[in-house]
């Protein structure tokens, strides 16, 4: 029996795929019952005959992560970097890209917003991601299939997750970015005739020792039950000169007289869309949680 340290680059139920530090990559299972770990993490593990026992994480620098009322679901940890991908050819959600800044925001992780497969057209009159732009989040419009240079220089050091929606090329980024990865596409699930889903469990990726990219499976949703109703105001950045200043020294920002977060909405300072999903959030953090 040999102790060693590595990271987890896929996790399928209770078997996980560990990379250890002497480069090789071994299935591994739990040593005891806990099995709440995630692509991205850095475990202990004890070796025998190529397979592993994790018997410990080590503390996460971050957790991406989902919840509705009934369970959370984690995305990834350690990561320092999210690309948030859309796509022209498929129906842009700003809502559900909205709620992947306020998780990255929570997690102080970076978010890259990514509006993919630009050569395909779209006749955007302006940025469709304007919204996040003007807030100061990077905004990059990309295409896969093509160069993504851009792309290249800014993941360097870091170790990146893709998320959004099925079908909008977070494989093909991948790919492109890691030839050796040969992550799935849905070139191939459509010969294999596979579900909606190409991607169906998170893996991460190695560009180099310092730089790793995470491929998720797509989202649809994304809920936020795990941040506490006190913490929603700071991660909507644009609010933060006028929080303290309202009427009421508890205001919710909501319909309160003398809130100087709607008083900023209506002069423009704020934008509308951002205040309508802070109030619709609000709603739906405040709902008592089966697992709070
Ligand atoms: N024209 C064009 N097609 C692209 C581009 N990027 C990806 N695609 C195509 O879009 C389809 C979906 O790409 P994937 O990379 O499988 O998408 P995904 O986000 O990984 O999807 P899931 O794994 O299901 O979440 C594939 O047929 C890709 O070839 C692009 O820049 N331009
Ligand atoms: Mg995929
Ligand atoms: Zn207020």
Redesign the pocket.
């Known amino acids: 029996m040999l102790n060693a340290r590595g990271i987890i680059t896929s996790a399928h139920g209770r078997h996980y795929l560990v990379r250890l530090e002497n480069g090789n990559s071994i299935t591994a299972f739990p040593k005891g019952k806990r099995s709440d770990f995630v692509c991205g993490d850095i475990c202990h593990l004890e070796v025998l005959h190529e397979e592993g026992w994790i018997t410990s994480v080590e503390d996460r620098s971050s957790l991406l992560w989902r919840s509705d009322q009934y369970k959370q679901k984690m995305i990834a940890a350690n990561v320092t970097v999210a690309m948030i991908?859309s796509?022209t050819?498929l129906p842009l959600n700003l809502p559900l890209i909205n709620r992947c800044v306020l998780a990255c925001e929570h997690q102080n992780i970076r978010p890259i917003l990514i509006l993919?497969?630009?050569?395909?057209g779209g006749a955007f009159q302006e940025n469709p991601l304007e919204v996040f732009s003007k807030l100061g989040y990077l905004s990059l419009s990309?295409?896969?299939?093509?160069n993504i240079d851009n792309l290249r220089k800014l993941i360097r050091g870091e170790r990146v997750v893709?998320v959004?929606?099925?079908?909008?090329?977070?494989?093909?980024?991948?790919?492109n970015l890691i030839p050796d990865a040969k992550?799935?596409?849905?070139?191939i699930?459509?010969v294999l005739n596979a579900g909606?889903?190409?991607?169906?469990h998170a893996t991460l990726y190695e560009v180099n020792e310092e730089t790793s990219l995470i491929?998720?499976?797509?989202i649809q949703a994304f809920g936020l039950h795990h941040i506490r109703t006190e913490e929603l105001t700071s991660l909507f950045k644009e609010f933060s000169p006028y929080l303290g200043n309202c009427q009421f020294s508890d205001c919710s920002h909501i319909s309160e007289p003398g809130c100087k977060v709607h008083e900023a909405t209506s002069k423009g300072l704020v934008s509308s869309f951002r205040w309508e999903q802070y109030k619709q959030l609000r709603r739906e953090v405040s709902d008592t949680t089966l697992w709070k």
């Open positions: 991908v796509a050819d993919n497969k630009i050569d395909l990309i295409s896969a299939k093509n893709l959004g929606n099925s079908g909008v090329g977070k494989s093909t980024i991948i790919n992550s799935k596409t849905r070139e699930s459509r909606k889903h190409t991607t169906t491929d998720c499976p797509g």
